[in-house]
């Protein structure tokens, strides 16, 4: 099966950073849409990042949700099959547990309305940004 598992979620510091890890097997990230939602209690499920890698595609394009732009960094590492958000300035309404998602076959743009057809979830990370 198509596996994502998430790490590196914990407890830091308003103004502090964390690196999200999501290790993936079970396909070629190269051939997949990857990216990272964020639930935080009472809020609705946000898109946080996202990198536009679909197969056949001519391009690579990356998502940034306007919350966190300019404070977080979404990269991969093909060779080890993991993508990472690196977190930065984080801020108290950062927390929330962190979710990996991939699919093959819808865009970034439209991962906000299409949740539930995704390919892939990962179970989640909890990130609390507290003093």
């Known amino acids: 099966q198509l596996q994502l598992v998430e790490s590196g979620g914990g407890l830091v510091q308003p103004g502090g950073s964390l690196r999200l890890s999501c290790a993936t097997s079970g396909f070629i990230l190269d051939y997949y849409t990857i990216g990272w939602f964020r639930q935080a209690p009472g809020k609705e499920r946000e898109v946080v990042s996202c990198i536009n890698d679909i197969s056949g595609s001519s391009t690579k394009t990356i998502y940034y949700a306007n919350s966190v732009k300019g404070r977080f960094i979404i990269s991969e590492d093909n060779a080890k099959n993991t993508v990472y958000l690196q977190m930065n300035s984080l801020k108290p309404d950062d927390t929330a547990v962190y979710y990996c998602?991939?699919?093959?076959?819808?865009?970034?743009?439209?991962?906000?309305?299409?949740?539930?057809?995704?390919?892939?979830w990962g179970q989640g990370t909890q990130v609390t940004v507290s003093s």
């Open positions: 998602a991939a699919d093959r076959r819808y865009p970034c743009t439209v991962w906000r309305t299409i949740p539930t057809r995704l390919d892939s």
